[in-house]
């Protein structure tokens, strides 16, 4: 397990992080998710011991980085966002010399070799130099030092960096074969990233934490806000869409009509947020009661509804709203 409490570090007048806290067990992958400089390889650089904190505590499986920083770096594979690569070295003298590093001898620095090459898909540049390599073999040869010695912790910075879309499947399949029996951190500005491989994320933001989770769950705490998705059609004269959005902005309860567009022939495409809000008697309003607004609504004003859906926030507006507008979840 991987705490961190409370966690500062600043760069001279910088502050890079400002009290961040989370953890992650066993089994579980935590995607460190934000923008440039939102202090993602900062707090690695704790997590892995290559930094102390300024303040407040990093464990790995209860030791302390600053206490233990060599049993933890026996415990941890670690991936950093330029990979630790030596250009005129071969891949196999690079992981030979990592084995030896890491103290593996026998038949158990043959096996981890093998495993490491054929895991990152390696064994046809075994031979070449790696300044001659692509930048994608470049990171597998990188993810393969950091699995060498079957670590029971992996902290990846940008692992699918300089990847093509068949290599980041395959490495984003190897991490969640390995996350199924290790603690894996790994950072990422690619939503899509969190969204494929991740079972928990962390959003930072100007070195802070905006919202930590499941992403799921994120969303239902985002601003309480709840959405549906219509296609209305109109009884009637249809009137314009600027017009169906200013009638709906009436409905008791209603954020914002987020989307109103005629699709042709009286029908229209709506997205309406509410805010789940507590009534008087402190109750919150559910998804069910707004639908049932719609719905009198609709039948009041001359209009069929065709569909109606909810619709969670994706991850992509969650970072957004908290990265862009300052939101907390």
């Known amino acids: 397990m991987i705490?961190?409490?409370?966690?500062?570090?600043s760069y001279g007048s910088t502050e890079a992080v400002r009290g961040v806290s989370f953890e992650v067990g066993k089994g579980e992958i935590l995607g460190?998710?934000?923008?440039?400089?939102?202090?993602?390889?900062?707090?690695?650089?704790?997590?892995?011991?290559?930094?102390?904190?300024?303040?407040?505590?990093?464990?790995?499986?209860?030791?302390?980085?600053?206490?233990?920083?060599?049993?933890?770096?026996?415990?941890?594979?670690?991936?950093?966002?330029?990979?630790?690569?030596y250009p005129d070295l071969t891949p196999a003298e690079y992981l030979g010399f990592a084995a030896d590093a890491r103290g593996l001898e026998g038949p158990a620095r043959k096996a981890a070799l093998e495993r490491a090459v054929e895991a990152c898909g390696l064994a046809s540049v075994w031979s070449r130099p790696v300044d001659a390599l692509s930048k994608g073999f470049r990171q597998?040869?990188?993810?393969?030092?950091?699995?060498?010695?079957?670590?029971?912790?992996?902290?990846?910075?940008?692992?699918?960096?300089?990847?093509?879309?068949?290599?980041?499947?395959?490495?984003?399949?190897?991490i969640r074969e390995l996350g199924k029996e290790k603690t894996v951190i790994l950072s990422t500005h690619i939503l899509q990233e969190v969204e494929a491989v991740c079972t928990k994320v962390v959003i930072l933001n100007e070195g802070r934490v905006a919202a930590q989770g499941s992403p799921a769950s994120i969303?239902?705490?985002?601003?309480?806000?709840?959405?549906?998705?219509?296609?209305?059609?109109?009884?009637?004269?249809?009137?314009?869409?600027?017009?169906?959005a200013e009638r709906l902005s009436g409905l008791p309860g209603l954020?914002?009509?987020?989307?109103?567009?005629?699709?042709?022939?009286?029908?229209?495409?709506?997205?309406?947020?509410?805010?789940?809000?507590?009534?008087?008697?402190?109750?919150?309003?559910?998804?069910?009661?707004?639908?049932?607004?719609?719905?009198?609504?609709?039948?009041?004003?001359?209009?069929?509804?065709?569909?109606?859906?909810?619709?969670?926030?994706?991850?992509?507006?969650?970072?957004?709203?908290?990265?862009?507008?300052?939101g907390r979840a």
Not at 235 to 242: L, Y
Request: hydrophobic fraction near 40%.
């Open 219 to 244: 969303g239902e705490a985002l601003k309480g806000e709840e959405r549906l998705s219509l296609r209305l059609r109109a009884r009637a004269a249809a009137p314009k869409a600027e017009a169906l």
């Open 140 to 174: 597998r040869l990188g993810l393969a030092q950091a699995i060498l010695h079957d670590p029971e912790v992996l902290i990846l910075d940008e692992p699918t960096t300089g990847l093509d879309p068949n290599q980041i499947l395959e490495i984003r399949g190897l």
């Open 3 to 9: 705490q961190a409490i409370e966690l500062r570090k």
């Open 255 to 326: 954020r914002s009509v987020l989307n109103c567009v005629a699709e042709g022939e009286g029908t229209y495409a709506v997205e309406l947020s509410w805010a789940k809000a507590a009534d008087e008697s402190g109750a919150e309003n559910d998804i069910a009661e707004n639908g049932e607004r719609v719905f009198d609504w609709a039948v009041a004003s001359g209009f069929s509804i065709l569909e109606m859906t909810r619709r969670r926030l994706s991850l992509e507006e969650i970072f957004v709203k908290l990265t862009q507008e300052g």
């Open 32 to 85: 460190l998710l934000g923008p440039n400089g939102a202090g993602k390889t900062s707090i690695m650089k704790v997590l892995t011991g290559y930094h102390y904190p300024d303040e407040g505590r990093a464990l790995v499986n209860g030791l302390d980085v600053t206490e233990s920083p060599l049993e933890i770096k026996r415990l941890l594979g670690y991936l950093p966002e330029s990979a630790p690569l």
